[in-house]
């Protein structure tokens, strides 16, 4: 995604890839295609057909072929293999940042490599339409393996309880996006273990971004709770002064409280937590650690 025509080195690295006989599309060159290949194969993703065709069905291996027709214990092994894969197979959805990476996955990863892996696509570029009908088929169509979505257009408003395992390719500076993005199986009418999974490359701007998502909910955690999360945790008397001119009295004493931090049942306010917050993290050193200069900077030196 990042070597194109107009990067500084791009004819350097395609001749040295020249050199070695590899492709620039090749997953070799991609930890992370190499990482999620590995990832859908534990999960019982496209493995299913390798056994079959271990078994014999493909029959253009001679010693495939031989142990095939011999109808000895091999067959019998493989085809209970692959019922147990199929018993045991996951559903996953794959989440990316850019539409250019599910390109990559889905061109590179699995139309090259693992081709026996049935999947749908649901970004952007799909009209606005067609989208219900594609969580539909997703939904009802036990046989298909992968949906592939991007965080932005797949992070609200769907039910993709079918699938059992979410799988981040890359992640959003926002945690609640990712958040969201994990509740589309994760919701009611899911009967079986959810596990989520990133890929995150080491000593790169990912780190950083996971930093900032641990901080953003840091920051959630402490000034949100079970007080002042919502309309839910008040009574009625607080529900009706939400709509209830208030007296001059009512506006001194709530500035009273706001000078003190309490809410209306003695309580501290986000307000009050927000002052606090200094003890949860430095500003200096949030400004040094993740600032894109710097970070630019280190990798020229």
Not at 183 to 190: I, M, T
Not at 210 to 233: D, H, P
Not at 238 to 251: N, Y
Not at 265 to 278: R, S, V
Request: hydrophobic share 40%; aromatic share 4%; proline share 3%.
């Amino acid at each position: 995604m990042v070597l194109t025509p107009k990067h500084p080195r791009y004819t350097e690295i395609m001749t040295s890839l020249a050199q070695r006989g590899v492709d620039l599309s090749d997953i070799s060159l991609a930890p992370k295609l190499l990482a999620l290949r590995e990832l859908l194969c534990e999960c019982g993703i496209g493995t299913l057909g390798a056994v079959t065709a271990a078994a014999g069905g493909g029959g253009s291996n001679s010693s495939s072929s031989s142990r095939y027709s011999a109808g000895g214990s091999d067959v019998a092994v493989a085809v209970e293999e692959a019922a147990a894969l199929a018993s045991a197979n996951h559903r996953a959805l794959v989440f990316c940042q850019h539409k250019e990476m599910l390109d990559r996955i889905q061109s590179d990863l699995l139309d090259r490599e693992m081709p026996g892996v049935s999947y749908l696509r649901f970004d952007g570029s799909v009209p606005a339409q067609k989208r219900q009908s594609i969580v539909n088929q997703f939904n009802s169509d036990p046989s298909i393996d992968l949906l592939l979505l991007t965080t932005h257009v797949g992070g609200l408003g769907l039910n993709l309880t079918s699938a059992d395992t979410v799988i981040f390719v890359e992640h959003d500076w926002n945690p609640m996006m990712d958040r969201q993005a994990m509740d589309r199986a994760h919701r009611l009418g899911q009967t079986r273990v959810v596990n989520v999974y990133r890929l995150i490359t080491r000593g790169t701007l990912e780190e950083k971004i996971m930093g900032l998502q641990n901080f953003k909910m840091n920051m959630a955690n402490a000034i949100i709770n079970q007080q002042n999360s919502g309309i839910g945790s008040m009574n009625t008397d607080e529900l009706l002064d939400l709509f209830t001119p208030a007296s001059t009295s009512a506006v001194a004493e709530s500035k009273r409280r706001s000078v003190h931090g309490e809410n209306n049942k003695g309580q501290t306010t986000a307000k009050a937590a927000i002052e606090g917050l200094g003890e949860l993290w430095d500003a200096t050193q949030y400004e040094e650690e993740y600032n894109l200069d710097n970070f630019l900077e280190s990798l020229h030196s």
